[in-house]
């Protein structure tokens, strides 16, 4: 195979040679003729050096691989919305030009992951159709961590459906504030969402009783975990640590599994920040009535005890369970209206008056924090609230005045890996 050299010399020469031969005849043939045979030997020479070149690169390399082909990206058309209250998704699906055919295959696709029937008002959905208009996919919003589409396979030739987590980055930060008024207010007032409030009384609720011990520049410090979709804040995850100053003295918690495994808090030495109650069954407005042993009865006008402390708090309130504990009695029992009766561990007693309804039953065990009913005013009451009593061993205690034995410590055979967790968010925690 000749080189580029050999072409190029080849027709350097062959360039001399008729140059020659035509100046030897300049006379027969003008000077545009000899400029035009110049011209095409060297256009001749570049198209066969092109050509060796292509040779040698496919000698080496292989054939120029074929460009693939240009994918134009799919274009929806997508509606979406939240569920009303109590509209069904065969409405929805509907209302949005799906046949009734479909919107059943879209349900009975979906039940073996998820039954649509139960979709909840408030909650969002999605649907999105092709560039024809014909239906792709559906999503809903099941919880704040999952969603289920019901989609179109082409491949398959049918609908398949799955649910999937949402594709959340957690970023772990820093939330402190002082506060003014209320817990609720700073959370407010610094930016963050109710919800971080609702953890951090959570948290320390065995300790404090926000509605009533709050003082006017308590402050707090938390490590958040925060969830963001497409770059925006979602919704919080878990509290990691947290300190809180009130009136002057600090608690402290940091996350750890207990000995269940399941997520508790502790304090830096390893104690339980969760005492055995808590220190009240729901958010109230305030107390209306306190605990006494002679008492008049506001509609009776009678001079008897009252043994137990009344919640004022709007009709509705969810009323949760201070402690773990069975369930010995759930329905009306004359002037106490709605009633629930707790029995828990060490001979102590719990009872809930004046329930709108209550939603347990007798001989449920129930946990620490599970709502047990609702405010309401049933029976012998001038308006909303939560009579709540406590006994030990049959006799009754002021609520307001109990100081509650704590929780389980850490494990000892855990308290090293405790100690690492601990250690890694203190610097973070006590940093200003």
């Known amino acids: 195979m000749r080189n580029t050299g050999q072409i190029i010399a080849e027709a350097v020469c062959l360039t001399h040679s008729l140059s020659g031969s035509l100046n030897s005849s300049r006379r027969l043939i003008g000077p545009g003729i000899v400029l035009l045979v110049l011209v095409a030997i060297l256009v001749t020479a570049i198209y066969q050096f092109r050509d060796l070149n292509r040779t040698i690169n496919e000698a080496v390399t292989g054939p120029s691989p074929a460009l693939p082909p240009v994918v134009r990206p799919e274009i929806f058309r997508q509606v979406d919305g939240v569920f009303k209250r109590d509209q069904t998704v065969s409405e929805v699906l509907t209302e949005h030009g799906l046949s009734g055919g479909l919107v059943q295959q879209i349900i009975d696709c979906a039940r ?19 560039e024809q208009d014909r239906f792709h996919d559906f999503r809903y919003t099941i919880d704040a961590d999952r969603y289920i589409t019901v989609y179109y396979d082409s ?21 402190s504030g002082v506060i ?16 971080l409030a609702w953890n951090l009384e959570d948290i320390f609720s065995s300790d404090i009783d926000f509605y009533i011990d709050i003082r006017k520049g308590d402050c707090f410090k938390a490590i958040a975990e925060k969830k963001y979709l497409d770059g925006e804040f979602s919704q919080y995850g878990e509290i990691l640590a947290a300190s809180f100053i009130n009136d002057g003295t600090k608690i402290t918690g940091f996350l750890f599994e207990d000995k269940n495994g399941k997520p508790a808090y502790y304090d830096p030495e390893g104690k339980a920040l969760k005492k055995s109650f808590l220190k009240s069954p729901l958010k109230y407005t305030r107390v209306s009535s306190g605990f006494s042993l002679a008492r008049r009865h506001p509609i ?13 708090a709007p009709t509705g309130t969810p009323v949760r369970a201070v402690g773990n504990g069975r369930v010995t009695f759930a329905g009306r029992k004359g002037a106490n209206g709605n009633m629930v009766h707790l029995s828990h561990p060490k001979g102590y007693e719990t009872l809930y008056l004046h329930l709108s309804r209550f939603t347990v039953k007798s001989g449920a065990h129930v946990s620490q924090g599970d709502v047990i009913g609702y405010v309401g005013s049933t029976g012998l009451s001038t308006g909303p609230h939560l009579d709540f009593r406590i006994r030990r061993y049959g006799k009754a205690l002021n609520p307001l005045r109990m100081i509650f034995p704590p929780g389980d410590p850490v494990p000892p055979e855990k308290f090293e890996q405790f100690a690492r967790v601990r250690d890694s968010w203190m ?3 006590i940093s200003e």
Do not use: C, M, W
């Not at 609908?159 to 959340?168: A, E, H, M, Q, W």
């Not at 003014?180 to 919800?195: M, P, Q, R, V, Y």
């Open 300 to 312: 009776t006008k009678k001079v008897q005890p009252h043994l137990g402390v009344d919640y004022a």
């Open 155 to 175: 491949d398959q030739d049918r609908l398949v459906s799955v649910i999937k987590n949402f594709p959340f980055e957690i970023r772990v930060e820093e939330v």
């Open 112 to 130: 073996p992951d998820y039954n649509l029937a139960r979709v909840k008002a408030d909650y969002p959905y999605y649907i999105r159709f092709d």
């Open 180 to 195: 003014e008024s209320s817990l609720f207010e700073t959370i407010a007032n610094i930016g963050e969402k109710d919800n």
């Open 427 to 429: 610097d973070r925690l």
